[in-house]
C-alpha cells in the first residue's frame, strides 16, 4: 500500500505504521529517517543535506524532496510505503504530489490518526525512551512500564523522559503542528483517498485503515 500518515505528536503514526508494515511490508519511511540515510550514505545529497544540519538549520524542501524521490525508488519501497508525518506543510503537499506524478506512484490512502488533545499530552508525557541509541525502546509508565530502576527491558539501559516530552514542550508541538500541519487536512480532504481515523486503540486504527484499503 502506498499511504501517507498524518497526525499530531503522539497520536501513534509510528505504531500504526509498524503494524501496517507487519501486515504488507509497506516500508515506513519519515524525514528524519531518509536524512539520516541520506548522510550515512555520503550521497551528493546527503552531503548537502548534512552541512544544514550541522549548523542547526532546517534542511529546505527542494531538498528533502529529492532525498524522498530518490528514496520512493528504491526496492524496497516499489512494493508500498508508509509516509510517517510527512509531508508536514501544504507547500510539501504540492511537491509531493508532482513528484509522485512524475514517478507514476498513484496514493492509496491519505490517513489522518484522530486524537483528543488531552489524551495525547498524557501519552508523551508519561512515555520514557531507551537511552541506548542502538535500542530506543519505547516505554509508557502507565500502560509499558520499564525494568526496575528505571532500566529498560531489552538492553538494560535507563529509560529517560525526552526533553521535547515535557508538558511545555508538548504544549509547543501541539500548537505548531495546529498551526502548520493540520491544514494539510483539508487540503487532501477533497483527494478522494482521505481517510479520518480515531487511534485510541491503534489495533482499531489499523483494522479501519486495511478494511477500507480492501486488504
Known amino acids: 500500500m502506498r499511504v501517507i ?103 492509496d490512502a491519505v490517513v489522518s490518526l484522530e486524537v483528543p488533545r488531552e489524551v495525547i499530552l498524557d501519552r508523551l508525557t508519561t512515555r520514557r525512551t531507551c537511552s541506548n541509541g542502538a535500542c530506543q525502546e519505547i516505554y509508557n509508565v502507565k500502560s509499558k512500564p520499564p525494568g526496575p530502576g528505571d532500566t529498560c527491558l531489552k538492553c538494560g539501559s535507563p529509560v529517560i523522559q525526552r526533553a521535547d516530552e515535557t508538558v511545555e514542550a508538548i504544549t509547543k508541538r501541539l500548537d505548531t503542528y495546529e498551526s502548520k500541519t493540520a491544514p494539510l487536512i483539508d487540503y487532501y480532504r477533497a483527494s478522494g483517498v482521505f481517510l479520518a481515523v480515531p487511534n485510541l486503540v491503534s489495533a482499531e486504527a489499523f483494522g479501519a485503515i486495511v478494511k477500507r484499503l480492501g486488504r
Open 5 to 107: 500518515l498524518l497526525g499530531a505528536p503522539g497520536a501513534g503514526k509510528g505504531t500504526v505504521a509498524k503494524m501496517l508494515n507487519a501486515h504488507d511490508g509497506s516500508v515506513q519511511i519519515s524525514t528524519g529517517d531518509i536524512l539520516r540515510s541520506a548522510v550515512a550514505a555520503g550521497t551528493a545529497l546527503g552531503v548537502e543535506a548534512k552541512g544544514y544540519m550541522d549548523r542547526g538549520e532546517l534542511v529546505p524542501d527542494a531538498l528533502i524532496m529529492g532525498i524522498m524521490e530518490h528514496r520512493l525508488q528504491e526496492p524496497d519501497a516499489k512494493k508500498g510505503f508508509l509516509l510517517d508525518g510527512f509531508p508536514r506543510t501544504i507547500p510539501q503537499a504540492e511537491a509531493l504530489g508532482k513528484m509522485l506524478a512524475k514517478l507514476g506512484i498513484k496514493l
